[in-house]
């Protein structure tokens, strides 16, 4: 299983993960996509592919970033950054080495949502965290703008979360005067 770490952020200020990754002393080539950013750290070895020719995420030294997205003009959507290879540690220890280092990064912002009792996290905000975002034990740091963006009581839901989800939430949205653009 992935090594995630999730991030409220801005989807036009969001940036500031992907840089964290571009200043490595050796960074990843870097390839952008609808939904983020598939990082190959070719310092750790090739791509693995199936028999197939699908590519064997879990044993290539990738990271995937799901990048923050607009949903129905009011909502946002988390942003993830996952650690593929499984088991990290003994596939490629410099790449669980990087995964650490990354958590003291990420672990310097406000943690916004915890779903265990041994983290602490700002009350207040879990209003404002719907759909299946509050389903995952991995907490939720708010970079500035994502923790700008709670305090001004914007939406944000998983980005797992499909129309059907964000279509309910939107009814629930326009209980309390919150009104979402159609689908």
């Given at each position: ?16 993960i992907l840089e964290w990754f571009r200043a490595l002393a050796v ?112 907490p939720i740091w708010a970079l500035p703008s994502g923790f700008e ?35």
């Open positions: 299983m992935a090594t995630t770490y999730r991030f409220a952020a801005s989807p036009e200020a969001c940036s500031e960074p990843p080539a870097v390839t952008l996509t609808d939904w983020g950013a598939a990082l190959h750290f070719k310092t750790f070895g090739e791509i693995k592919y199936h028999a197939d020719g699908a590519i064997d995420a879990n044993a290539s030294p990738l990271v995937t970033v799901l990048l923050p997205k607009v949903r129905r003009d009011v909502i946002w959507t988390i942003g993830e950054v996952r650690f593929l290879p499984t088991p990290l540690r003994r596939l490629y220890p410099g790449l669980h080495g990087m995964s650490t280092q990354f958590a003291k990064w990420i672990e310097g912002f406000d943690c916004v949502f915890a779903n265990d009792s041994q983290r602490e996290s700002i009350d207040g905000f879990n209003y404002y965290l719907e759909g299946s975002v509050r389903n995952s034990l991995d963006a709670l305090q001004n009581e914007r939406y944000f839901v998983s980005v797992q979360d499909n129309e059907i989800k964000v279509e309910t939430l939107c009814r629930s949205l326009r209980l309390r005067g919150v009104e979402c653009s159609s689908a």
